[in-house]
């Protein structure tokens, strides 16, 4: 009898070990899903862009309209990039215009319910009717991410302020932005 016991007890104690085991094998999938995924938006923008009508590089009180794109590359958590490209042409009290295309860093805050903070550290090239040629265009910014659904989130408020290197001078516009984004995968 004392045998059969011991046997029995063994026996159902390698049950609750390989019932663990396999418990915790159904954990792990969920703890290392998929974090990549890619979201692509469409901007509206207005910039000051720190360059007057008659060729003074200073405070402009007109400021450039436009549209603008972006996408995000989540790769984790803290791991994420941004591309992005202004097109600002329109206010008909200018004769000039200007983009930007520029690509970086983006780094999500903390989520509080729906809302994502981020900032964010981005170059690449700025262009203007004005320049001869291209400049090179450092952006710092940040803005507030609106998660409407799982596949579906409102740019809320992104602001930038842009510092382009050009010769002689180096301009400094900065501007603000609002827009849809769509997560594709």
Do not use: C
């Amino acid at each position: 009898m004392k045998r059969s016991f011991s046997v029995f007890f063994s026996s159902a104690l390698i049950g609750v070990a390989l019932a663990a085991l396999s418990a915790q094998a159904q954990v792990v999938p969920s703890a290392t899903a998929r974090q990549f995924s890619i979201t692509a938006g469409a901007l509206g923008s207005a910039f000051q862009p720190d360059y007057t009508s008659d060729g003074g590089v200073q405070s402009n009180p007109d400021y450039l309209f436009g549209v603008g794109a972006y996408v995000d590359l989540r790769f984790t958590r803290w791991i994420q990039i941004e591309g992005e490209g202004h097109w600002m042409h329109i206010n008909p009290n200018l004769n000039f215009n200007e983009s930007s295309y520029l690509g970086g860093f983006r780094v999500p805050v903390r989520r509080f319910g729906r809302f994502t903070p981020y900032g964010k550290v981005l170059y690449g090239l700025g262009t203007a009717s004005f320049l001869s040629g291209r400049a090179s265009d450092l952006a710092l910014g940040g803005g507030v991410d609106y998660r409407l659904t799982k596949k579906i989130s409102i740019r809320a408020a992104d602001f930038e302020y842009q510092r382009w290197r050009t010769k002689p001078t180096t301009l400094t516009p900065y501007g603000f932005s609002v827009g849809i984004g769509y997560k594709v995968f």
